[in-house]
């Protein structure tokens, strides 16, 4: 069995272990993701930079049209699910989920200049609701993104699926925090759900002139790729992969989830 094979099943374990001593069982939980600031490659790209989207590309231009011509074209990477809100268990199965970033990928003309980084803040607030008690002190944390709209035409120089595909990378803050509440220790921790942020081939990586292992995801032309994240509430560690591994944790949980149904399907 491989290490992240264990890892996985260590984790799992974790969840469905039961108390020891008294905790909060369930907290509400608020989460917010915004975009803070973004730069460009040049002065043309009629950029509209707001919380939630950053967009580039045809002025008037719909990023969420891929039909469009290569020159009315716009892209863009947009936050949904923003405000995230729901309650999650301490020691629960399955992650709360949160906010989504997608990136919404067109063919552009190369007279408009393209993002080429940005940053992101996600805000969580916590109060318990099982038993009640007052907010935990409010949790933060940073990303930074780097963008590489590729030209459209060959060679790539990378694997590629179209000719060719963009890049988008993602640096992690802390994907691990621990928190002291009523006395005891809990532990939250940060996932990708969707299976779309994954470690690079190392010939991406060097495309977007970044490390081998770097993470994020590659989107066709005029395809859109999400990727959702989510978070654990835990009375232990949990030993989430570092973030060259998050997407395949992220997968992992895909297969628990998936497994999970199957046995509800059978009884």
Known sequence: MNKLSKGLL??????VAPFTQAAVVEWSYNVTTEWLGATFSGTNANQIVNDSLISWGRAGGDHTNPTLSAINSRSGIEISNSPATGNVFTNGMLPAPTNIITHYNNTLSSTYSTLTSTSILTTLDLTPVDPVGPAVPQFTTSFLVDFIETPNTTPCNFPSVTVCDDIFVIQFGALNTEFVYGGLTYFLSIVELSGNLTPLPDATCARASKANGCLGFTTR????TPAQ???????RPLNVPEPAMLGLFGLGLLGLRAFGRRRSVKK
Do not use: Q, V, W, Y
Not at 10 to 15: D, I, K, S
């Open 221 to 224: 032309e005029k395809m859109f």
């Open 10 to 15: 260590a984790g799992a374990a974790l969840l």
């Open 229 to 235: 994240f989510g978070f654990f509430i835990t009375t």
